[in-house]
Nanobody, 121 residues
Framework: QVQLVESGGGSVQAGGSLRLSCATS????????LAWFRQAPGKEREKVGD???????TYTDSVKGRFTISKDNANNTLYLEMHSVKPEDTAMYYC???????????????WGQGTQVTVSS
């Protein structure tokens, strides 16, 4: 059974930092694209960024230079390092795995339950 479990969310002041983790199990971690998404109240879900099997990353413009996605293939864990956070980063953050290995990192079939990040000004 494939599982993705996020942790590390919480409350932080603007300008601070936070690291989210996504522990995964039940599949061959290193061969799949993984991504972080977020959804704020009343807004559509947006992709924060992704990392492919080779470790290459992409980010949405609003987080470039502030957020870093990484993964630990030995521990089957995905990370999101968040720095210089802003109130507009407040959202529920989700990790996701692509539907099938070897894809183009744009079909997301497995999701975690989410972890809340709240940034106060």
């Amino acid at each position: 059974q494939v599982q993705l479990v996020e942790s590390g969310g919480g409350s932080v002041q603007a300008g601070g930092s936070l690291r989210l983790s996504c522990a995964t199990s039940g599949y061959t971690f290193r061969i799949y694209c993984l991504a972080w998404f977020r959804q704020a109240p009343g807004k559509e879900r947006e992709k924060v960024g992704d990392i492919n099997a080779d470790g290459e990353t992409t980010y949405t413009d609003s987080v470039k230079g502030r957020f870093t996605i990484s993964k630990d293939n030995a521990n089957n864990t995905l990370y999101l390092e968040m720095h210089s956070v802003k109130p507009e980063d407040t959202a529920m953050y989700y990790c996701a795995r692509e539907e099938a290995a070897g894809g183009t990192c744009d079909l997301w079939g497995i999701w975690g339950q989410g972890t809340q990040v709240t940034v106060s000004s």
